[in-house]
């Protein structure tokens, strides 16, 4: 019942300012534009990237997703993990960043040597 008096408020506030419910706040949209998200691949987490700054935070073994998006403002193009926030730049033309962070990355082991050392521990554990 509360949930439906609420409902009915919301409505007659938003018809005295002339606006309805699935209109959207005349604000200024967000400077990031999100291009889509993907599965991280097994290489995401083989990134050498610098440490977490608490032993609590999410490094990019954790994370599940890779965000791309656009900045609208530069065109910039950035992946970033949903939990570590570690973004990597795909245009790095429009200012300078951190070499560890422009492609292409470096590194810790190449996608060849993940899948030998899979393949290489589901035949040792195979009865």
């Known amino acids: 019942m509360r ?3 609420g409902i009915c408020l919301l409505s007659v506030v938003l018809a005295g300012c002339n606006m309805s419910a699935s209109t959207p706040a005349a604000t200024p949209h967000g400077r990031y534009v999100g291009i889509g998200a993907y599965s991280a691949g097994a290489l995401w987490s083989k990134m050498a990237v610098s440490g977490p700054a608490k032993p609590t935070a999410a490094t990019t073994a954790d994370d599940e997703h890779v965000i791309v998006v656009v900045d609208s403002q530069t065109g910039e193009v950035r992946e970033c ?3 570590s926030g570690v973004c990597v730049g ?8 951190a070499t560890s962070q422009a492609s292409p990355v470096t590194l810790t ?3 060849a040597e993940v899948a030998r050392e899979s393949q290489a521990a589901n ?3 195979a009865p």
């Open 3 to 5: 949930s439906l008096c």
């Open 123 to 125: 035949t040792t554990s």
């Open 109 to 111: 082991r190449h996608l």
């Open 90 to 97: 795909l245009n790095p033309w429009t200012r300078a960043i």
């Open 81 to 83: 993990g949903d939990y």
